[in-house]
């Protein structure tokens, strides 16, 4: 009984020895986004984009307005019949469904553009978090979120690769 109990010992021990070795760090993503030159170089591009989308948008949006003028001035006419009205009733309904078409369209080419965009920036910062870790030893990094949800509650700060992150990526902040 003695040999089970010593060999459940020592298989526990060699189990838990590679776990209390392995080292997992973390960081803030957002931050070191915010941080690097190229996201604020993209982020002016999608300005620049999204307004030129808007454009599109308010011109379609301008033309639904005046068809709707149109609409309001007829049905004060006195003696408008909703016979009279129903065809331009229809056409503001195809109208009010072609902004709403183009609205979605424009948010979806401007999610587009930010993935193709941001996705340079994203295998550049993969591939610094792997070679960072495999420098240092570390088999997880985590992603400590300010504004989204974070999977870590507590942690030392030795383990916030943040600042070693940035710094590989050419970035120098001060404290």
Known sequence: MNTKKLWGWVLMMLISLPLSAQKIGYTNLELVLAYLPETQG????????????????????????????????????????????????????????????????????????????????LDKLEAEMKALAAEEGYLYILNSSASGTSVILHAAEADDLSKKLLARLGVNIDE
Not at 81 to 102: D, I
């Open 42 to 121: 993209v982020q002016q591009q999608l300005q620049t984009y999204s307004q030129q989308l808007s454009k599109r948008l308010e011109t379609r949006k301008a033309y639904f307005d005046t068809k709707y003028q149109e609409y309001a001035e007829a049905a004060q006419q006195p003696g408008a019949s909703q016979e009279a009205l129903a065809p331009l009733q229809q056409e503001l309904q195809k109208l009010q469904a072609e902004v709403q078409r183009e609205t979605a369209k424009a948010e979806q080419q401007l999610a587009q553009k930010q993935g193709e965009l941001m996705q340079p920036i």
